[in-house]
């Protein structure tokens, strides 16, 4: 296991190599003027040299990948041409309020998802059933944005029960930085108050979010619960007197939940990547709308340094369903 | 060499008709996917009758009518009309067009270039495959929504553009399907005995693969049309793709947040109306795939 473990994540390294590669490719190759865009509409050519040579534009791409990878290495991403800060301490101020969003959604999405799909497939074809799948249906074709500003509207302006956007209100204090999360860093220090407040910033936009990935986990759990409930030991099981919650929650949960862990490990790049159009309604400040407003400016920097940053983690991810597999499936148990 | 004369009996007709009626039969039991393709055809109707059925062509073109500024629904404009005094439901209908076609065209770009990449690499095997799928695994990885706005940004803005950025994210699925596909089918006999007729690789693949090898291609080119209207109307919502005076879903729905909360019907045309195509595709979709991919049917 251990080792297994071990060659993965040996296995990460060529990958993300290749990635940088694509990734500072298609960055450099696609026409587009960044130095001209930053240096501003009335900056003569010595000017516009000047720029490119502060960032390095002026040299051949093959260099500029070269300084850009050793630099990588060493903590050092590049700057944003724009913010004229290292994109490393960007993405590390942008990224907690990313992952609160992401975990956010994704919990309620596997908390509600997995029980209300298990429960649709043993009362097959009930009322609760139709629900559920009617909301599967209609999750999945919401737009996130579209639901978001349709949430707005409801639980912000007319009911007046949830802030409209933003993490925090400027005039609070934020609680003091431990993982950057604010939900579970007012936590860990039992800040009621603080908790109250980024909770109720943080519930709109991870409903938004949460939709799609528990539409999604709830059709699968359903197809996989009654896949299962149908095999043959179920029936030895009933046969030899086990209670039908025993059954349930013991043996069909976690043949069932295979199918639905690749399904939550594919939903975290998903939500990664389009944690965009949530921050821009809500106007959360993660990386996403760090993203939109490097690439609206030709910010070649942050945008590799985003998309690697997310990348990772979505491989990373992935190992880890990987090895959730083994626990739910002794079959493909690692050596 | 000299072709040995093969006498293929062909297919019967009536048997081919039947097939067809069985699987129209299937379609229709369940009434959601004939709900999806009604509103597929229906929204396909009104994008090509969008000129003639239009109540002001003239607010699709850029006129517009400060007198009439955020009017609420009404007999005279069915969605209201937005900051400029334009008629959302002709700015809606106009968007059809543009959402329909981009959408499809990112499928069908998508399918090409996926389905020659996955066939190759499939077919040929060894390190041809090796090249190829690691490149299109690594495609995989990038979080798709970024790399197709960064790909348009760079561009620059046109339905033309925005098609390629979002193509550009999309083929790999295509060739990962495909090479699964032709790697299933390429050792079966009836593909030995082409080889051994003397037909090359691009007929074997474009004349004897490809055509077995369609329905799960189409399932997902259904399915992915939903998504693709989706993809176009995010681009246009963070404002990168489409620009104003163009009228497309998404960009509409991104002006119509700089009036909201007061003026929220201009919001709910076209978010709406984004909503049901992606649902009524998605059904299509279901639908396709309970008929022509027997493994996943229940």
């Known amino acids: 296991m251990f080792l297994y473990v071990l060659r993965r994540l040996f296995l990460l390294i060529p990958m993300l190599l290749g990635l940088t590669v694509i990734v500072f490719a298609i960055a450099r190759l696609l026409p587009g003027d960044p130095v001209g865009l930053a240096a501003g509409p009335n900056a003569t050519p010595e000017i516009i040299a000047s720029v490119a040579k502060e960032f390095g534009l002026d040299q051949p791409i093959p260099v500029q990948y070269w300084n850009y990878l050793t630099g990588l290495v060493q903590g050092d991403w590049g700057v944003s041409i724009f913010t004229r800060r290292p994109v490393f301490e960007d993405v590390m101020t942008y990224l907690p309020a990313t992952l609160e969003l992401v975990f956010a959604a994704l919990l309620f999405a596997i908390v509600v998802g997995i029980p209300l799909g298990l429960l649709a497939a043993v009362y097959r074809n009930g009322p609760l059933d139709y629900i559920t799948r009617t909301v599967a249906l209609g999750g999945i074709a919401m737009p996130r944005f579209f639901l978001g500003l349709l949430l707005q509207l409801g639980f912000a302006v007319a009911l007046d029960w949830l802030p409209l956007s933003g993490r925090f209100p400027l005039i609070e204090s934020t609680p003091e930085p431990i993982t950057g999360l604010y939900t579970i860093d007012a936590l860990l220090v039992g800040d009621w108050y603080s908790f109250t407040i980024a909770l109720q910033h943080l519930a709109l936009p991870a409903f938004a979010m949460s939709l799609s990935p528990l539409a999604t986990i709830m059709r699968m759990m359903r197809a996989s619960t009654i896949e299962v409930l149908q095999q043959d030991f179920v029936m030895t099981e009933r046969a030899l007197g086990l209670s039908s919650r025993l059954i349930l929650f013991k043996y069909v949960l976690k043949n069932a939940m295979s199918s639905t862990l690749t399904v939550i490990g594919l939903y975290v790049s998903w939500l990664l990547g389009g944690t965009v159009l949530v921050e821009t309604v809500f106007d959360w400040p993660g990386l996403g709308l760090y993203a939109t407003q490097a690439i609206l400016t030709q910010d070649f920097m942050p945008v590799i340094g985003v998309t690697l940053v997310i990348a990772t983690i979505y491989l990373l991810s992935m190992l880890v369903v990987d090895i959730l597999y083994g626990v739910f499936n002794p079959k493909v148990r690692y050596a | ?298």
Do not use: C
Request: hydrophobic share 55%; aromatic share 10%.
């Open chain 2, 1 to 298: 060499m000299t072709m040995i004369p093969v006498n293929v009996p062909k297919r019967d007709q009536s048997a081919r008709m039947e097939n067809w009626s069985r699987a129209f039969y299937r379609f229709r039991q369940s009434w959601l996917s004939v709900f999806g393709l009604a509103i597929v055809l229906l929204l396909i109707l009104l994008a090509i009758f969008a000129p003639v059925i239009i109540p002001y062509p003239e607010h699709v073109l850029g006129t517009t009518n400060t007198a009439a500024r955020f009017l609420p629904p009404s007999s005279a404009a069915w969605f209201g009309t937005n900051a400029l005094g334009q008629d959302m439901f002709s700015l809606v209908l106009a968007g059809s067009r543009v959402s329909l076609f981009s959408g499809l065209a990112v499928v069908i770009i998508s399918i090409l270039v996926g389905s020659f990449v996955g066939a190759v690499a499939g077919y040929f095997g060894g390190w041809i495959d090796e090249i190829l799928m690691r490149f299109t695994d690594l495609l995989l990885t990038i979080p798709s929504l970024i790399l197709a706005m960064a790909v348009a940004a760079a561009l620059g803005t046109g339905v033309g553009n925005m098609i390629i950025a979002i193509s550009i994210t999309w083929w790999p699925a295509y060739a990962r399907l495909v090479r699964g596909e032709v790697i299933g089918k390429k050792e079966e006999q009836f593909i030995t005995a082409a080889r051994a007729l003397g037909a090359g690789w691009p007929r074997i693949l474009g004349l004897h693969i490809l055509p077995n090898i369609m329905s799960p291609i189409v399932v997902k080119a259904s399915l992915d049309m939903g998504f693709a209207i989706l993809t176009v109307a995010s681009l246009g919502f963070v404002g990168i793709g489409v620009k104003a005076p163009t009228p497309e879903w998404g960009t509409l729905l991104s002006v119509a947040r700089s009036s909201m909360p007061d003026y929220w019907w201009t919001a709910l045309a076209p978010g709406f109306a984004i909503f049901l195509a992606v649902l009524a595709f998605n059904l299509l979709g279901d639908g396709l795939r309970d008929v022509l991919d027997p493994k996943a049917r229940r």
